[in-house]
């Protein structure tokens, strides 16, 4: 089993920034990837924003290209998003996603509770 723990979620200004933090404990030895998926209100899909593999390979939505980054603390279990040049689209619920993957079992994921994320106009 593995617990994921987010932080860093909050109110924030059009243009300015935030950091979301990600914490992975239990069974983590084989983490394939960690990454943020969001879901705005209104009923949306929750969608990828940024992932990063164990090899420290990342992926970004469209959307964020260029003004969020995804990086590890030196424990690999230790994800960051750090958000610049907030737009009020970005107002959502960011969710931590953790993947696990073995030849022998498969992969099987978990989720974080969600940090709010609002921007203001």
């Known amino acids: 089993q593995v617990q994921v723990v987010e932080s860093g979620g909050g109110l924030v200004q059009a243009g300015g920034s935030l950091t979301l933090s990600c914490a992975a404990s239990?069974?983590?030895?084989?983490?394939?990837?960690m990454g943020w998926y969001r879901q705005a209100p209104g009923g949306k899909q929750r969608e990828l924003v940024a992932?990063?593999?164990?090899?420290?390979?990342?992926t970004y939505a469209d959307s964020v290209k260029g003004r969020f980054t995804i990086f590890r603390a030196n424990a690999k279990n230790t994800v960051y998003l750090q958000m610049n040049s907030l737009k009020p689209e970005d107002t959502a619920v960011y969710y931590c996603?953790?993947?696990?993957?073995?030849?022998?079992?498969?992969?099987?994921?978990?989720w974080g509770q969600g940090t709010q994320v609002t921007v203001s106009s």
């Open positions: 992932t990063i593999t164990s090899g420290g390979s990342t």
């Open positions: 239990g069974s983590v030895s084989t983490i394939n990837s």
């Open positions: 996603h953790v993947e696990r993957w073995t030849r022998v079992l498969g992969s099987d994921e978990y």
